[in-house]
Every structure is written in C-alpha cells, then in structure tokens.
C-alpha cells in the first residue's frame, strides 16, 4: 500500500514536464544523435545481407569449381561469363584439327519469321544456309578459323554475323572449296556474344562443355541433333535468368535456341 | 508523406508507418515521447546515464517495433515505457547497484508530519531527492512507487529476495524522510 503521501509524489510526476526537471534538455539535438545512431544499424543490415550474399555466391562457385576440376581435370573450362557453364556434354578426347569440307560466306539477311519456338523451324528451313536465332537477344557469332598451306605461314580468318532475335540471318565462315586441295582450314575459335549484355561464350579446342570444333561440325551439318554451346547468366534485359544457348540442326537448319 | 499529417495522425496509424520505417513517423513518435520518457529515465538515472538509456530505447524501439500490437489508447505509452524501464535497469545492472538487505522487523513509517513539505515541493524538487537516493533503494521505490509493482514481481526482476526488495523500500523511505525534515527545517 502507498501511502498518500507518495500517491501524492506520483501524481506530481506523471504530471510534471520534462522543462521543469531538465529545461536544457535539447529534443532536436537528441533527435538528430538518435538519427545517427540509427542510420549505421541500417547500413549494417545492408551489409549483413551483401555479406550473406557473397558469402553464398563463393560458396557455389567454389564448390561447383572443386566437383568440376574434380570431375574434368584435364579439361580446360569454357570461358563463360561471369558464371561457369554446367556441364552438358563431357568430352573424353579433344578432335584434331579436321578440314573443312563445305563451307560458304554470306552476309546478313532481313527476318524470314517473327513468330517464336513452334515457327522458328520452319522459317529456319525456309532458308539454305542460314541460322535462325530463336533467342529473345540479339547474337553476334565470330568464328576465328585457320588456314595452312603447304610452304606458306599458317593464315587466321575472322568471320563476323549477327542475328537478330527470332530472325533468320546467314553465318559468315570460310568455305574449304575456296582454299584449294593442298590447304586445310581447322576451327581455332567460336565465340557467341550477346549483343545486349556484352555476355561471351568463348569455345576453344580445349572448352567444355563442347569445343569450338564439336559445334562446328553441327553448324556444317556433318552432325545432326543439338549441342549445348553454354550458358548466358543474363537476358537482354539484364535481368537475372539464366539460359542454355544450344545450336539444333535437327529440323534441317540451323537454330540458336 | 507530408511532416504536419505525420504529427497529425493517430496512434494506430504512426505505428503502422513506424513499422514500415518511415522516418518521419519514426519522428513524430519520437516528438511525442521523448519528454515524458526522459522524465522516467530521469528516475532511475543520472543525467548522461539517461540520456543514453533514452537513447537505447528508442532504437530498440523502431527495431521492434514490428512485434507491437496497438490496443488502443496508451497502449505504445505503456510500451515504451516498459522498454525504457528494461533500458534502465539492464544500464544499472552494469553498475552492479548493491542491494542490502535488513533481516530485522520494519517499522511502518508515519507520514503525517511530512505532508505538508511535499505539497510545497515540485518535480525538480522531488526529482532531485530522488536521484540523491543510492542506486539500490532508489530502483526499487520508482518500481513500487511509480510503476505500482509489488514486492514479488520486483524481486524478479532484480533478482534479489523479496526482504531484500522490502528493505530496499524500507531504506528509500527512511532517506526521503531525512531530506524533507531537512528541507522543513530549513523552510522553518
């Protein structure tokens, strides 16, 4: 039980204002330390959070690194940027250099079809000698090949083509029939760039989860199915989905899908 | 969100938008209790102690504040309060405050005589006697006295024996009794 007299020293108190027991009490003041104060909480939590995220991002990359050197470990790995390719087709040997039998020169040409995945076949085989690109980016595709000739130095030849996105366009490479019968033309290099993003899938002898020269064979149609040439991390957007580039010769004609 | 409808606007909705960190909610609350809540570190703390106990509590106010549910009218008074008071008591137990406890009967103290010097004092005043109180009795006679808590409940939060908590009240008493003949006297 309280007394009255300290019901009295209560009521005194609930009722006081802070002015009477401490006037210099400066609310803006403790306001504005209360503002800093708070502010670092914030940004620590921000930075927890980009911690987490880093964390986790090292922690796939690097126990996705571990399992491949593991798993391929006389392979190099496909240059993909900026997250690996997972592995679609193992290779056990790398193919020599082989020779070009057919190849032809062309330069870009205008859409044949603007309907998507169902169309893109049929427009694909609408047109000899041309890639459909049924992605929703624009592709570049340059193709680094090699010529020898007897008593000559080895000659490089760069071939550049774009795609537009579900577009037929023609892709440009060196034809074997125009090197004459002592030469021989081999794939050094395939590289497939998304216009957009400035994403490269880079295909060399020695990348997995194809090489350059295994894609190749599907682009000269010496082989027929589909091949999955890498992984772009991006859409042109710059939103984050990844998605399988593959070539697919099945239908007759080339396709970027 | 413009400052004068965030001032303006009801208790229920200032929480909502303190939940959503909206900083001029988070301002307006602030505006709004920072007074009365330093009257009640005030209490329990010396002047600098208080104002970092204030503080405190109100950023672990605004970090959970999402675990407040509004139940009308004094309710976010009642629970702030109860933070600033959490706040004090964590600073003082870094203090390590010594609780003394008197085994001995305790007399019941005769108010009569001091009634009249009371009723001429202020807050100030009163707060002054109060924070002159050693820390010990001094928590223990703002939790019975003004946040109207029994002997029990204060021996478990301070986690001392209820003696010791009667004895504590005990002593408060007995000082404040000595001050107000003291300031009687020098009224006389």
């Known amino acids: ?257 | 969100m413009r400052a004068d409808l965030v001032t303006n606007m009801d208790e229920a909705r200032l929480v909502r938008y303190c939940k959503e960190n909206n900083a001029l909610a988070q301002k307006a609350l602030y505006n709004t209790y920072a007074e009365p809540m330093m009257l009640v570190c005030l209490r329990y703390l010396e002047r600098e102690d208080a104002r970092e106990t204030l503080m405190d509590g109100f950023l672990s106010c605004f970090k959970n504040i999402s675990a407040f549910s509004y139940r009308g009218e004094g309710s976010l008074k009642a629970w702030l309060k109860k933070i600033m008071i959490n706040q004090c008591l964590m600073r003082l137990r870094k203090k390590q405050p010594v609780f003394i406890s008197h085994t001995d009967d305790l007399p019941v103290e005769p108010a009569s005589t001091m009634e009249s010097v009371w009723d001429t004092m202020n807050a100030k005043e009163i707060m002054s006697r109060i924070q002159a109180l050693p820390d010990g009795c001094r928590t223990v006679f703002n939790l019975y006295v003004f946040e109207g808590m029994g002997h029990k409940e204060i021996a478990g939060l301070l986690e001392i024996t209820e003696g010791t908590s009667k004895s504590q009240l005990h002593r408060a008493r007995q000082l404040l009794k000595e001050t107000l003949l003291q300031t009687s006297q020098h009224i006389l």
């Open chain 1, 1 to 257: 039980m309280i007394p009255d007299m300290e019901q009295r020293m209560k009521e005194t108190m609930e009722q006081a204002s802070l002015k009477e027991v401490m006037p210099d009490f400066d609310k803006e003041a403790e306001w504005q330390r209360l503002s800093q104060a708070m502010r670092p909480q914030a940004r620590r939590m921000r930075m927890r959070t980009w911690a987490f995220a880093a964390g986790l991002a090292v922690l796939i990359t690097g126990g996705w690194m571990a399992w491949r050197l593991q798993s391929h470990s006389t392979h190099e790995v496909a240059r993909v940027a900026p997250i690996p390719v997972p592995i679609a087709t193992v290779k056990d040997s790398m193919p020599s250099d082989t020779a070009i039998h057919k190849s032809f020169v062309v330069v870009s040409e205008p859409a044949v079809s603007n309907k998507a995945q169902k169309n893109r076949h049929k427009a694909a085989r609408a047109t000899a000698s041309v890639i459909f690109n049924g992605t929703p980016c624009p592709i570049e595709l340059r193709i680094s090949q090699m010529m020898r000739c007897p008593n000559n130095q080895p000659k490089a030849i760069l071939s550049t083509s774009t795609v537009e996105p579900e577009q037929s366009g023609q892709l440009t490479y060196k034809e074997n029939k125009s090197v004459g019968r002592h030469c021989s033309l081999t794939v050094k290099e395939i590289e497939i760039r998304s216009v957009a993003t400035g994403e490269v899938i880079m295909l060399n002898a020695r990348s997995l989860p194809v090489s350059a020269q295994e894609v190749f064979r599907y682009i000269t149609h010496e082989k027929k199915g589909d091949v999955l040439a890498g992984v772009f991390n991006y859409d042109c957007d710059r939103k984050n989905r990844r998605h399988n580039l593959r070539l697919n010769n099945r239908e007759g004609n080339l396709v970027l899908e």
